[in-house]
């Protein structure tokens, strides 16, 4: 749903307020899921309508969704049940516990059995952990505090808790205003015009007042917006204007025009009972469209764009989305992309080796991935005999269907597939047909007598409609003398039909009445062309290349079956057949010469031209969201980048904190209390990884094969490049920053002193920061929601507090009796929900739980020592655990057991990473070597040592820490005399060391979570913030600048850690050798931590992708990729 659609549902819920309407208000907020109503839930509870309490709830969320959300349904069925044991009602009771309680059983069985066992007593109070039971109403009051605080941690509440501020009876008065629109449009206006009726636009007509007055033909809507007032106020219940476009066009000269004798013929392979003869006929005889007479549709722009463009027929080039903000590696040539048509980030993909996957762009998570695969092993001979011949094959079209609950992928041989997909990411196998001999080159969903049906075409010249439940063959549309490239199914005035497209440049449209095409027109070109109509259905255009490489991008006058607009600004020979997509009936955009370029669709003009930052393929691929926001466009390396406008950035920051939601905690062995939560039985669902296997293949040969050897021949000299889209954004200038004032930095309060900070961390939300000092004490900073800092995420503009555990007593780690715990390895690992963290300081590592600070289990003795924690990606109970004596033991915690020990250093463990996409494990020790290990049988791939700087000693010696970028490819390694990036060969990309003004050893460093920078801090205090793709140095923070009252020569403490936000890019936390911890920023919101300049194109390559895992000891972990 677009931006102003929501804010319409907006207006709507503020108009049933006012109106008294309340059980409709409170139905809406229920059903939009825009509006949580915190005092209408509270009423409801108190009140003790668990029905409507769930009821209500779940327009916002599912039992299912996360833990919160499965502690929120424990807490309120929980009271039920208790409500009904406190009544003496059994029979109750065991309704409630069978229905409502059993579904976490499966969960945290234990607490089910406890839950149980409440009703072999006469009074549940019995029950130590209920002895303080009082009275129901106080209970009810206990649990909406309790409540209130899982709803506002909620991040599926995030956003909705607060209605949007603006003035009273909004949507009166934009009523009022389009009334007054509509007057000043009279061809005679009336001073006192009687106003009647709101379904038809007003019109001061003496003899029939509320009917249309004709609109003028010759040119666009112009003049001043009257002032409002020029009406009375509408009534108390009148209704909303609805939104009047103007009439679209009909195929009827198109078809008109076709030849009755040519031989084309349609075989229906069922009894026909899609035909539509008489509405046909109707339809052939709709009016033109008048020309000069702009749509009006609230969800098209906002009122001020769609004003500027009534006076001035121009678009807001703003609007474009032209800010690269994600790159996606796919891991092979994208071929085909498609956006889900509801969650605006959702983005399925379809490759060159016929595996598909689906990303949440926002995340930067893989939902699903599906390698090519026949379902059917009894499949047709021709289809056995062309995957004989040559197994390759390619996906050439991948989309999803209307409702975004299927999707369809066609392959260059023979079949297509249907998947079912649910929003979880889950798809599963619904149809595999046999569709076409050769190739299918196309597919789309139709919904021709309100049936959803599949569309396709192929290499044996014809289109085929297909029922969607069964895969039953429903039409055979014959004619075309030519492989079909591409189908356009549309309706009008409830008319369907299909125009289709074949490599001979022919356009040809069919009815379903069995009675051939209606229409035989020259595509420009003659040759591959594509065909889409605008958002709105009402405008249409097509985009082709022919053989010689000329490109033509036009929009049809359908009623004449003529061109009407031919846009310019296409190469005089294209590299390979151009790809467009039209967004929001306002913009075209076409992939040609290396870039983007855009067109307003009321200009042939080019209205602008992008590069995304470099990386382009000759012809890229695109495609929009559906709300024009987000543009997605293929690169040359196998990835995708996606674009974005205002409101896309707006997007994609609002998801950003999001994704840790995905991955689930690992599940509890202990008991948790009844009273208080579910505890931390949150492992609501498996989190879906995507670990492709993906065998090598050559590329396919495509069905049409001149088209894809144009495509493909040329992109080999294309030279990637990383996306700065920092630079694009305001960005500081300063390269030196030495001034408190040049920043914005907090210290955060501490009472007691812990030694050094050897360890430092956010958690997965972003909400809270968490230190462990040298003498094993950890510390856990909260910030707290505030009229500053509405999110309540981790800020320097705020200053948090200080979270004690009720006991009073610390989280403290055990101790080795032999060694100070100052002098030994500290590790530190949270899991991916932030309930649990697992700890050492060179005693036995402990399981600490977050909420109450206690610690749930303690395991591993030294000796050895752990030195280094890292959960497996796919399996929180396996723990990766690096060990004093050089081992890494692969610990299995649910089993307490070690399944393997990894030999291959000669010092220390202090690094671990997990790479899901290499599934990989790299190691780093206090031996500067890398180990690269199999995490399938757990065996050595690769060692290397760590590669010095010229000029710098080698080998090197020391401590050393590794951290995968979040495109799981690349690898930071950072030692006190070098940071560097490795590729997944373990081979160095570039380096740097200390020099000039940043000459001290390298104490940590890490990637920002929007894996553009780096941050690195050193042992005189300095923090250098580089460029991730060129390790360039870009701004150096002097300790003057966040530690006050330090002069520039000299500082109290220099950070030993260095965390980055999860979600906050330009935010770090610093944890200092004298204790303290920092909390630094940029003072201005929009201000970046970049200097001037742009980042070299010399070094190669890396995704921006988020990432933030320690290289300080730190892997804080991050929803699987």
């Not at 629109?181 to 009726?197: S, V, Y």
């Not at 700890?839 to 030195?867: H, R, W």
Request: charged share 20%; aromatic share 8%; glycine share 6%.
């Amino acid at each position: 749903m677009s931006s102003l659609s929501r804010e319409l549902v907006f207006l709507i819920l503020q108009f049933l307020d006012e109106e008294k309407f309340k059980e409709t208000v409170h139905k809406l907020e229920q059903e939009s899921g825009f509006f949580f109503n915190m005092k209408h839930f509270e009423d409801q509870v108190q009140a003790g309508e668990w029905d409507e309490v769930e009821r209500y709830l779940s327009g916002f969320t599912k039992v299912e969704d996360n833990r919160y959300s499965m502690k929120i349904f424990f807490e309120i069925r929980k009271q039920k049940y208790l409500e009904a044991l406190d009544r003496q009602d059994r029979a109750k009771a065991v309704e409630i516990l069978v229905k409502d309680l059993k579904v976490f059983a499966s969960f945290n069985e234990d607490l089910f059995k406890e839950i149980t066992q409440l009703l072999t007593l006469d009074n549940f109070r019995q029950n130590e952990q209920l002895s303080k039971y009082g009275d129901t109403k106080s209970a009810r009051n206990i649990m909406l505090i309790e409540l209130k605080k899982l709803i506002e941690a909620n991040p599926l509440f995030r956003d909705k808790l607060t209605f949007p501020a603006f003035k009273s009876s909004r949507l009166r008065t934009l009523i009022n205003q389009s009334l007054n629109w509509q007057h000043q449009l009279c061809k005679n206006p009336r001073p006192n015009p009687d106003i009647k009726t709101l379904f038809t636009d007003h019109s001061c007509n003496p003899t029939t007042n509320g009917a249309r007055a004709p609109p003028p033909t010759n040119s666009p809507l112009v003049g001043p917006i009257p002032k409002a007032g020029a009406f009375p106020p509408i009534g108390s219940h009148s209704q909303f204007q609805p939104v009047v476009s103007p009439s679209p066009g009909a195929i009827a000269g198109w078809m008109s025009g076709a030849n009755p004798s040519m031989p084309h013929h349609t075989v229906a392979a069922v009894p026909p009972g899609l035909v539509q003869p008489s509405g046909a006929a109707a339809f052939l005889k709709h009016p033109r469209t008048p020309t000069g007479v702009t749509g009006m549709d609230y969800q098209s722009a906002e009122s001020e764009h769609l004003m500027k463009r009534i006076r001035t027929g121009q678009s807001d080039e703003d609007d474009l989305p032209k800010a690269v903000v994600r790159t996606l590696n796919q891991g092979s040539n994208v071929m085909s992309m498609d956006f889900h048509p509801q969650q605006q980030t959702i983005l399925l993909v379809g490759t060159n080796v016929g595996d598909i996957s689906i990303w949440e762009v926002g995340s930067r998570e893989r939902l699903a991935h599906k390698p090519f695969k026949v379902w059917d092993l009894g499949a047709s001979q021709p289809l056995q005999t062309a995957l004989l011949n040559d197994t390759t094959i390619s996906v050439n079209r991948c989309v999803w269907g209307p409702d975004g609950l299927v999707l369809g992928v066609a392959f260059s041989k023979h079949i297509v597939q249907i998947y079912t997909y649910n929003p979880t990411g889950e798809l599963r196998q619904h149809l595999e047909i046999d569709a076409h001999t050769g190739g299918v080159n196309d597919i789309a969903f139709a919904h021709p007598n309100k049936q959803l049906c599949i569309v396709t075409c192929g290499d044996d010249k014809t289109i085929k409609v297909w029922d969607a439940a069964a895969g039953r063959k429903q039409y055979t549309f014959e004619g075309h003398e030519a492989p079909v490239y591409s189908v356009c199914p549309h309706y009008k005035e409830n008319i369907q039909f299909i125009f289709s497209t074949a490599i001979d440049g022919k356009i040809k449209a069919w009815l379903y009445d069995c009675l051939g095409s209606r229409v035989d027109y020259d595509a420009p070109g003659r040759w591959c062309t594509m065909m889409a109509y605008s958002a709105d259905g009402t405008r249409l255009f097509s985009c082709g290349t022919s053989k010689e490489g000329d490109s033509h991008l036009v929009e049809w006058n359908e009623t004449e079956g003529a061109i009407k607009r031919t846009y310019a600004g296409f190469r005089k020979r294209s590299l390979g057949v151009v790809q467009f997509d039209t967004t929001r009936n306002r913009f075209l955009a076409a992939g040609d010469e290396f870039q983007i370029k855009f067109w307003d669709m009321d200009n042939a003009s080019m209205l602008a031209a992008v590069d995304a930052d470099g990386g382009l393929p000759a012809s890229p691929r695109l495609r929009f969201n559906k709300e024009g926001s987000l543009l997605a466009v293929t690169t040359s390396d196998n990835g995708i980048k996606v674009l974005a406008n205002t409101d896309g950035m707006r997007l994609i920051r609002m998801l950003e904190s999001r994704a840790f939601e995905k991955n689930r905690a690992p599940p509890d062995n202990s008991k948790p209390l009844v009273i208080n939560t579910l505890g931390p039985a949150g492992s609501v669902s498996a989190t879906i990884a995507s670990t492709p296997e993906r065998p090598d293949r050559t590329l396919p040969v495509v069905s049409m094969n001149n088209i894809g050897a144009m495509d493909s021949s040329r992109l080999v000299d294309v030279k990637p490049r990383i996306p700065d889209d920092v630079d694009k954004i305001k960005s500081w200038k300063i390269p030196d920053v030495v001034d408190p004032s040049q920043l914005k930095a907090v210290r955060l309060p501490d009472s007691a002193s812990t030694g050094k900070v050897v360890r430092l961390i956010y958690t997965n939300s972003g909400l809270a920061l968490l230190a462990l000092g040298s003498n094993a004490v950890h510390k856990l900073w909260k910030w707290q929601r505030s009229e500053r800092n509405p999110s309540g995420k981790a800020t320097a503009h705020t200053i948090p507090q200080l979270w004690q555990p009720p006991s009073g007593t610390p989280m403290t780690n055990d101790i080795s009796d032999s060694k100070p715990a100052e002098d030994s390895a500290a590790c530190i690992a949270l899991s991916k929900n932030d309930s649990y963290v697992m700890s050492a300081s060179g005693g036995k590592i402990s399981l600490f739980n977050m909420m109450t600070f206690k610690v749930m289990t303690t395991f591993m003795a030294p000796p050895p020592a752990a030195t280094f924690l890292a959960f497996h990606p796919q399996d929180n109970n396996i723990i990766a655990i690096g060990m004093e004596d050089s081992t890494i033991q692969i610990y299995n915690v649910r089993v307490d057991e070690v399944k393997t020990k990894l030999k291959g250093h000669q010092n220390r463990i202090t690094g671990l990473a997990f790479s899901q996409n290499l599934n990989a494990l790299v190691s780093s020790g206090a031996d500067a070597q890398l180990c690269l290990w199999s995490i399938d049988g757990w065996e050595k791939k690769k060692s290397r040592p760590l590669q010095a700087s010229p000029g710098h000693q080698s080998p090197l010696v020391g401590d050393t820490k590794v951290q995968f970028h979040n495109d799981q490819l690349h690898l930071l390694v950072v030692h006190e005399n070098i940071i560097a990036v490795y590729d997944s060969k373990l081979e160095c990309l570039r380096s740097w060391s200390p020099k000039d003004n940043l000459s001290a050893p390298i104490s940590s460093a890490i990637y920002s979570c929007d894996g553009l920078l780096v941050y690195t801090a050193f042992c005189d205090g300095a923090i250098g913030v580089f460029d991730a793709d060129s390790i360039r140095l870009r701004c150096r923070i002097a300790p003057s600048a966040y530690i006050s009252g330090v002069s520039v020569s000299s500082a109290s403490g220099y950070p030993l850690v260095i965390a980055a936000h999860p979600s906050e890019a330009n935010q770090i936390a610093l944890g200092m050798s004298d204790g303290a911890v920092h909390v630094v920023e940029p003072s201005e919101v929009e201000a970046k931590w970049i200097g001037g300049g742009t980042s070299s194109q010399d070094n190669g390559s890396l995704p921006s992708n988020s990432s933030n895992h320690s290289l300080s000891g730190q892997p804080s972990e991050i929803p699987s990729r």
